[in-house]
């Protein structure tokens, strides 16, 4: 069992580096949503739905962050961890009237879920037109 956790350490902490890479903001509190629907009235928000623990979720992270042009004006990315903020993703379900997969992709604006999509189907092309 010592073994498997200091591969889940590690594994959390690669991850951790990859994201500080890619301009997300993380998702760690109740209080962010409602500043989240405010700031979708002037920019399009982005809600990265990611389980740690999926090899898919980690896949398709990594090709989003690949292909996603940055130029951290037109858009604004969250990024949720699934696991350690479950109470989070909950919420934004019930806020944006948007039933849970993972990994999932949201797009809010005008304090409204315009566009969401899951597993394979997240693509960065497939949002430019609701952005």
């Not at 409602?34 to 009235?41: N, Y």
């Not at 992270?61 to 604004?76: I, N, P, Q, T």
């Not at 039933?99 to 304090?111: A, T």
Request: aromatic residues 10%; contains cysteine; hydrophobic residues 40%.
């Amino acid at each position: 069992m010592g073994l498997f956790s200091a591969f889940k350490k590690e594994d959390s902490s690669k991850q951790a580096k990859e994201n500080q890479k890619f301009p997300w903001i993380d998702l760690t509190s109740l209080d962010q949503l409602l500043e989240i629907q405010e700031q979708s009235k002037t920019t399009p928000v982005v809600i990265f739905k990611h389980s740690t623990r999926c090899v898919i979720s980690r896949m398709v992270l990594r090709d989003f962050e690949s292909s996603f042009v940055k130029d951290g004006k037109s858009v604004a990315l969250y990024f949720l961890d699934l696991l350690s903020y479950r109470d989070i993703s909950s919420q934004v379900g019930e806020m944006f009237q948007v039933f849970h997969q993972s990994p999932q992709l949201i797009v809010i604006k005008n304090g409204e879920a315009i566009y969401h999509t899951s597993h394979n189907e997240i693509k960065a092309d497939a949002i430019k037109d609701v952005i």
